[in-house]
């Protein structure tokens, strides 16, 4: 079952960029500024595998994004669940992400696992279990 109402995974995919929070295991939480997408119920960041978010994500197995409106009063919402790191069937979420980030109207050609592997590229899959801190919007 969703944890998404409508008017959520419609805010969702009307903006491009949120900040992702992962857990270091060890310290305070890091958060990085990231253009995600999300596919379902999923939200796919695409990120090398040396990054500390890739690195908490494989330690703790959680994330958490917060996605900001751009226009007033800038509704927000936080979105929450276990996380993975992803290394194979990539190359489809990566051309969508690379679509977003360059604001194209055609999804780029997808690469092949083992090209997206030679430059570390990985994407981290965050299952939205949790919504929390909704914010001058319904849903």
Not at 37 to 52: A, E, K, N, P, Q
Not at 120 to 128: C, E, F, K, L, S
Request: hydrophobic fraction near 45%.
């Amino acid at each position: 079952m969703t944890v998404l109402a409508p008017a959520l995974r419609d805010f969702l995919d009307a903006h491009i960029v949120g900040v992702l929070v992962t857990d270091p295991r060890q310290g305070h939480t890091r958060p990085s500024v990231v253009y995600y997408v999300r596919d379902g119920d999923w939200l796919y960041i695409s990120t090398v595998t040396t990054r500390h978010k890739a690195l908490d994500v494989r330690a703790s197995g959680w994330a958490a994004l917060c996605v900001m409106g751009t226009e007033r009063p800038f509704p927000s919402a936080t979105f929450s669940g276990a996380a993975e790191i992803r290394t194979s069937d990539i190359g489809a979420a990566t051309a969508a992400l690379a679509q977003r980030f360059m604001g194209s109207e055609e999804t780029p050609e997808p690469q092949t696992d083992e090209a997206l592997a030679g430059v570390g590229r990985v994407i981290i899959a965050i299952t939205i279990e949790r919504v929390a801190a909704v914010s001058f919007m319904d849903g």
